[in-house]
């Protein structure tokens, strides 16, 4: 079955410094793999995206993640964080069933910023 | 202007009570979700539509009823409330496979 691992529950890190969050997947095909951030008290905000191509991709507020099928990760990346980076971070994979989809999530990464 | 909007954001209710949550995106999505959110900030999946017609029913109790009225709206009723119920519930919409899913705030259930 398809999972998602993030095997960090919870980062900190000082602001300006580089970051990177962990997410590997099990799934027989190419996946489609997401990560999202919840900041306190809000929904789940769309941060990038992968299901083929270019296996480094750019999403919004600076992040990107790499696909590597080698080691089936897709890791979460941003050069210097922001205080207002703090958040749930929540990677995710696509489930294929009867034609339709469903996301499945890993249980998440908190991120503490030190000023 | 918001895309997926949830009513009510808070729900306080005693045991036993019945409620429901109601869900709107103006997204032209054909495809809307319902994820439940535990206190440990874990998601799991509870139902989908697709114009109307249910297509994922995951393991849950059948208290739990989704009603779609049409492929905007996605309503969850659930009946005589139990203390494990107390979640946030979040509702999603997407148009494709690859698009993601856009996620309403949620809404905070607490039973008392």
């Known amino acids: 079955a398809q999972s998602v691992t993030q095997p960090d529950i919870h980062i900190t890190v000082s602001e300006g410094a580089s970051l990177e969050l962990r997410c590997n997947y099990s799934y027989g095909a190419t996946p489609y793999l997401f990560w999202y951030v919840q900041s306190p008290g809000q929904g789940l905000q769309l941060l990038l995206k992968y299901f083929s191509g270019d296996t480094l991709v750019q999403g919004i507020k600076g992040f990107e993640a790499e696909f590597k099928r080698s080691q089936s990760s897709f890791n979460l990346r941003k050069p210097s964080v922001h205080w207002s980076d703090a958040a749930e971070y929540f990677c995710?994979?696509?489930?294929?069933?009867?034609?339709?989809?469903?996301?499945?999530f890993g249980a998440g990464t908190r991120l503490a910023v030190h000023p | 202007d918001t895309a997926v909007s949830q009513t009510p954001k808070y729900l306080v209710t005693q045991m036993g009570n019945d409620k429901s949550i109601k869900c709107e995106q103006n997204?032209?999505?054909?495809?809307m979700y319902w994820y439940k959110q535990d206190s440990k900030k874990f998601l799991k999946i509870m139902f989908s539509y697709n114009n109307k017609e249910l297509i994922i029913n995951e393991t849950v109790p059948n208290r739990f009823s989704p009603k779609s009225p049409d492929k905007a709206h996605l309503n969850l009723h659930i009946n005589s409330l139990e203390l494990g119920d107390s979640a946030v519930y979040f509702c999603?919409?997407?148009?494709?496979?690859?698009?993601?899913?856009?996620f309403g705030s949620g809404t905070r259930l607490t039973v008392v």
């Open positions: 997204l032209g999505h054909d495809t």
């Open positions: 999603a919409s997407s148009l494709t496979s690859e698009s993601g899913y856009t």
């Open positions: 995710a994979v696509a489930r294929f069933s009867g034609g339709y989809n469903k996301l499945i």
